[in-house]
C-alpha cells in the first residue's frame, strides 16, 4: 500500500503531490524549487528581463510590482507610466498672471510675455514693432513666442520644429536666428 507522504509527514515547504512510492514538491508561482527537491525560494522577476516595467520592477515575494517616478501615474496595465498633467488637474501654484506650462513629470509657470520697447503687445505672444517708429526701422516686425517641451533621450539630429516665411507682405524679407540660449552649440538651423 502506497504510503502518501504528503498526509503523513508533508516535507514540502509549500505543495505536496504523492505519487506511487513517493512524492514531488511544487512551488507556488514567483518561486522556483531548490536544488533540495524541497524547498521554494522567491524568484527574482525584475532580473529576468528590464522590459517588465516602464521605469522600475520591484520584486516582492512571488511577485514583482512596477513603480513610476514622481509625477506620473502607473496605468492600468500596472507597468506603463503616464505623466501627469498639473496644469490640466489644476495642481499647480501658478499666479493668475502666469501660465502653467506641463512638462514631462512636473510643470512650470510662465511669465507673460513682456514686450520691450519699441515693440507694442499685439497678444498674449505677438510683439510688433510699429512701421511708423523710427526705432524700428532695422528691427523685425513682429516678433512671436512659442513655448515648447523637448523630451530627453530623443535621436539626434532631430527635427524640433518647423516655420516658414509667407509672401504676405510683398517686398519683405525674413531672417531667421536663434537669439538666445544655444551657447553651448547644440541647435542649429537649416
Known sequence: I??????SENPCTQTCVNTYGSFLCRCE?????????????????????????????????????CICPSGYNLLDDSRS??????????NFTCTPQQTCFNIPGEYKCLDPVRCEDPYIQINEN??????????????????LYRVMDMVSGRSVPSDIFQMQATTRYP????????KSGNEGREFYMR
Do not use: K, W
Not at 527574482?44 to 515575494?61: A, M, R, T
Not at 507610466?81 to 489644476?90: A, F, K, L, P, S
Not at 517686398?171 to 536663434?178: L, P, R
Open 126 to 143: 505677438r510683439c510688433m514693432c510699429p512701421a511708423e517708429n523710427a526705432g524700428c526701422r532695422d528691427q523685425p516686425f513682429t516678433i
Open 29 to 65: 508561482p514567483g518561486y522556483e524549487l531548490e536544488a533540495d527537491g524541497v524547498n521554494c525560494s522567491d524568484m527574482d522577476e525584475c532580473s529576468f528581463s528590464e522590459f517588465l516595467c516602464q521605469h522600475e520592477c520591484v520584486n516582492g515575494p512571488g511577485s514583482y510590482y
Open 81 to 90: 507610466c503616464q505623466d501627469i498633467n498639473e496644469c490640466e488637474n489644476r
Open 171 to 178: 517686398g519683405a524679407y525674413y531672417i531667421f536666428q536663434i
Open 2 to 7: 502506497d504510503v502518501n507522504e504528503c498526509t
